[in-house]
T-cell receptor
């Protein structure tokens, strides 16, 4: 399975944009790139998924370069409630089913 | 539409005991997965059930076992508990026909083994 590398932690302030970059050099052709968010004492929550280029939803944007060896999750104008751990996952495909491999994630702390 | 619910939310056991954790999947979801999350780490895949059959297993010993029932609810059983089994156990449901990788997690059962 492709491994991912992402920062252990990041600090930000309310109203700023937070960008978390994830490296996945060995991503397979059929793999999607998926991001989850986890608040303390809760289960992870699906945020966004993409295969290439850019994907945007009401929560975040996901930027994927042409070589797909990395991806960047962008959280616009964060608030205190965006303090959470963010996980980047690859190895997600219809063939693999829903057996997810989580790494250590990035702890984002949003300060007032 | 109800989400994924797990019980109990917290429990304390001693080494050597057995534990059963329960999960009700989200309405309409036919697949249930279980994950173990140690403190400060990401969730680790234990196994998945689809239509009452085990459909994939992670690197966990046989003393971790499970069941899925006709209503798609599920149980995780752990025998001969060890101290390292202390963790948050997460259940996630999904629909095999839906987007790959989109799981809906419950809030977990926190197990402490003394």
């Amino acid at each position: 399975l492709a491994k991912t590398t992402q920062p252990i932690s990041m600090d930000s302030y309310e109203g700023q944009e937070v960008n978390i970059t994830c490296s996945h050099n060995n991503i397979a052709t059929n793999d999607y790139i998926t991001w989850y968010q986890q608040f303390p004492s809760q289960g992870p929550r699906f945020i966004i998924q993409g295969y290439k280029t850019k994907v945007t939803n009401e929560v975040a944007s996901l930027f994927i370069p042409a070589d797909r060896k990395s991806s960047t999750l962008s959280l616009p104008r964060v608030s205190l409630s965006d303090t959470a751990v963010y996980y980047c996952l690859v190895g997600v495909s219809k063939a693999a089913g829903n057996k997810l491999t989580f790494g250590g994630g990035t702890r984002v702390l949003v300060k007032p | 539409e109800t989400g994924v619910t797990q019980s109990p939310t917290h429990l304390i056991k001693t080494r050597g005991q057995q534990v059963t954790l329960r999960c009700s999947s989200q309405s309409g979801h036919n697949t249930v997965s279980w994950y173990q999350q140690a403190l400060g780490q990401g969730p680790q895949f234990i196994f998945q059930y689809y239509r009452e059959e085990e459909n994939g297993r992670g690197n966990f010993p046989p003393r971790f076992s499970g069941l899925q029932f006709p209503n798609y609810s599920s149980e995780l059983n752990v025998n001969a508990l060890e101290l390292d089994d202390s963790a948050l156990y997460l259940c996630a449901s999904s629909d095999q026909a839906a987007r790959a990788g989109e799981l809906f997690f419950g809030e977990g059962s926190r197990l402490t083994v003394l």
